[in-house]
């Protein structure tokens, strides 16, 4: 049984409510949670705190985007039924928990218990805090589902903007011999061990303030001015709903999953090897003409682009449709793979230009997807929906570095590689983002024999009070 004050029916917003208050939100749960993209941070303090390889350090990585995708997909429908406040408070209570058990691994020297803590009991609240706003912002927002959700999963890319000159701050804080702004430091494991009791501590009282204000619309509330009979007339954007057990049965799930898996695949590619790569495809001999602060600082575009993308292509899937929007996204990113891989080392404006684009459309993949879903199986669970649709990205997370590091293993060493070594794994991404490609074209309206009797989308029974 959940507390009172969690419940579903004390949130429900009272007449007035402004609606631009739910992003505020949602974002202060997904700045939170996309801390988990700043992990490289502290990556080398632990390996020397841990007298181990960065492979085992990075597996704190895999294991939480994996139990992301996971616990999304396991707590979508528990999500749904209870509610957006529940399920904010589950996750900054499995996220805050997540942090102190690692510190807790840290200090002891327990490697095991910053997997389970950060990996585990962490990712479970990765999970549950990504798709905790989905279904609310799409019911608050009928009219722009694809800008509202984008607001929010916007935070998520760009939680590491926050997390990461953050952490190197306050690490720097708690061991004076480390500076962040000198490669050749590194913080002790105590450094990274207050560092996340620090952030448990930040980060459980800005996702309180998140599940606190966050509220859901009134039964047959619409917004002022919209017409649902709109959407109605919009192809591929249903009126009815799908169940979240039905809407797996379904090949537009399956179709959607191939998508969203193929257009992760060949975005987490180029970000898992984005510093090192822009040396490599400008290497002379042994040595880069791109230093290693510019390298840096091509990482950090990159995550600017991947967070604008979130927010401006799925606001523009509003416009176009969400079809075509994946059309670009894995189309262009057909032509522009093989612009990066045929053409790329011969400017660095050429390379980082494409590769900012092509992370721009990873983003946008993740932000519109949920719309995607709520066009086809309506919102009554939406966000079961996409929990489990979010598997995707948990194959994805260990296929494209996969892909991306065996090929780079069989041509040569770190630092001795050259454009020329990667053209393998960039042409097989094309192939990757054909197959995407084809599953999006494949993409029809849900039969109607799979449609919830009884349970039409908030559309029409909101179109009946308006």
Same mark, same amino acid.
């Given at each position: 049984?959940?507390?009172?004050?969690?419940?579903?029916?004390?949130?429900?917003?009272?007449?007035?409510?402004?609606?631009?208050?739910?992003?505020?939100? !949602?974002?202060?749960?997904?700045?939170?949670?996309?801390?988990?993209?700043?992990?490289?941070?502290?990556?080398?303090?632990?390996?020397?705190?841990?007298?181990?390889?960065?492979?085992?350090?990075?597996?704190?990585?895999?294991?939480?985007?994996?139990?992301?995708?996971?616990?999304?997909?396991?707590?979508?429908?528990?999500?749904?039924?209870?509610?957006?406040?529940?399920?904010?408070? !589950?996750?900054?209570?499995?996220?805050?928990?997540?942090?102190?058990?690692?510190?807790?691994?840290?200090?002891?020297?327990?490697?095991?218990?910053?997997?389970?803590?950060?990996?585990?009991?962490?990712?479970?609240?990765?999970?549950?805090?990504?798709?905790?706003?989905?279904?609310?912002?799409?019911?608050?927002?009928?009219?722009?589902?694809?800008?509202?959700?984008?607001?929010?999963?916007?935070?998520?890319?760009?939680?590491?903007?926050?997390?990461?000159?953050?952490?190197?701050?306050?690490?720097?804080?708690?061991?004076?011999?480390?500076?962040?702004?000198?490669?050749?430091?590194?913080?002790?494991?105590?450094?990274?061990?207050?560092?996340?009791?620090?952030?448990?501590?930040?980060?459980?009282?800005?996702?309180?303030?998140?599940?606190?204000?966050?509220?859901?619309?009134?039964?047959?509330?619409?917004?002022?001015?919209?017409?649902?009979?709109?959407?109605?007339?919009?192809?591929?954007?249903?009126?009815?709903?799908?169940?979240?057990?039905?809407?797996?049965?379904?090949?537009?799930?399956?179709?959607?999953?191939?998508?969203?898996?193929?257009?992760?695949?060949?975005?987490?590619?180029?970000?898992?090897?984005?510093?090192?790569?822009?040396?490599?495809?400008?290497?002379?001999?042994?040595?880069?003409?791109?230093?290693?602060?510019?390298?840096?600082?091509?990482?950090?575009?990159?995550?600017?682009?991947?967070?604008?993308?979130?927010?401006?292509?799925?606001?523009?899937?509003?416009?176009?449709?969400?079809?075509?929007?994946?059309?670009?996204?894995?189309?262009?990113?057909?032509?522009?793979?093989?612009?990066?891989?045929?053409?790329?080392?011969?400017?660095?404006?050429?390379?980082?230009?494409?590769?900012?684009?092509?992370?721009?459309?990873?983003?946008?993949?993740?932000?519109?997807?949920?719309?995607?879903?709520?066009?086809?199986?309506?919102?009554?669970?939406?966000?079961?929906?996409?929990?489990?649709?979010?598997?995707?990205?948990?194959?994805?997370?260990?296929?494209?570095?996969?892909?991306?590091?065996?090929?780079?293993?069989?041509?040569?060493?770190?630092?001795?590689?050259?454009?020329?070594?990667?053209?393998?794994?960039?042409?097989?991404?094309?192939?990757?983002?054909?197959?995407?490609?084809?599953?999006?074209?494949?993409?029809?309206?849900?039969?109607?024999?799979?449609?919830?009797?009884?349970?039409?989308?908030?559309?029409?029974?909101?179109?009946?009070?308006?």
């Amino acid at each position: 049984m959940l507390p009172s004050f969690l419940a579903r029916d004390r949130i429900v917003a009272g007449p007035g409510f402004n609606r631009w208050l739910i992003p505020p939100a !949602a974002l202060a749960v997904h700045l939170c949670i996309g801390q988990v993209y700043a992990t490289s941070v502290y990556k080398s303090a632990l390996t020397a705190h841990f007298d181990s390889s960065l492979t085992a350090i990075g597996f704190i990585f895999s294991i939480a985007i994996v139990m992301l995708g996971l616990s999304a997909a396991l707590f979508g429908t528990w999500v749904d039924r209870n509610g957006p406040r529940a399920a904010m408070a !589950a996750s900054a209570t499995f996220w805050v928990t997540g942090f102190l058990v690692a510190a807790l691994g840290i200090s002891l020297d327990q490697l095991w218990l910053v997997y389970v803590g950060y990996g585990v009991i962490g990712g479970i609240g990765l999970g549950i805090g990504y798709i905790s706003p989905v279904s609310t912002l799409i019911k608050w927002f009928p009219d722009r589902p694809g800008l509202a959700t984008g607001m929010a999963i916007m935070g998520f890319g760009g939680g590491a903007l926050i997390a990461s000159p953050l952490s190197g701050r306050l690490m720097a804080l708690y061991d004076s011999s480390y500076d962040p702004t000198d490669a050749t430091t590194v913080p002790s494991g105590q450094a990274v061990a207050l560092l996340f009791v620090t952030l448990a501590v930040i980060y459980a009282v800005f996702m309180s303030f998140g599940a606190a204000t966050i509220r859901v619309p009134a039964e047959g509330w619409t917004p002022d001015g919209w017409d649902p009979s709109v959407v109605k007339k919009q192809k591929m954007v249903t009126t009815n709903s799908v169940s979240a057990a039905n809407a797996v049965k379904t090949p537009q799930f399956w179709l959607l999953w191939i998508v969203l898996f193929c257009n992760v695949t060949a975005g987490i590619g180029i970000l898992e090897q984005a510093s090192p790569m822009i040396q490599d495809f400008f290497r002379e001999g042994e040595t880069s003409t791109v230093a290693a602060a510019a390298a840096a600082g091509f990482v950090g575009l990159l995550s600017i682009f991947n967070m604008a993308g979130r927010f401006v292509w799925s606001s523009t899937s509003d416009v176009i449709g969400r079809k075509p929007i994946y059309m670009i996204y894995l189309g262009v990113g057909i032509a522009l793979y093989l612009v990066l891989a045929l053409f790329g080392s011969t400017s660095t404006v050429v390379f980082v230009i494409t590769a900012a684009v092509i992370i721009s459309f990873y983003g946008g993949g993740f932000a519109t997807i949920p719309a995607y879903l709520r066009d086809l199986f309506g919102t009554y669970q939406v966000g079961a929906i996409h929990g489990r649709l979010l598997t995707a990205w948990s194959a994805a997370g260990v296929a494209g570095p996969l892909i991306v590091n065996a090929f780079l293993d069989a041509r040569g060493t770190p630092g001795a590689l050259v454009a020329a070594d990667y053209r393998p794994a960039l042409l097989t991404m094309v192939g990757v983002l054909v197959v995407g490609f084809v599953a999006n074209l494949l993409v029809r309206s849900v039969n109607a024999k799979f449609h919830e009797p009884g349970k039409d989308s908030a559309l029409k029974t909101e179109g009946a009070s308006a």
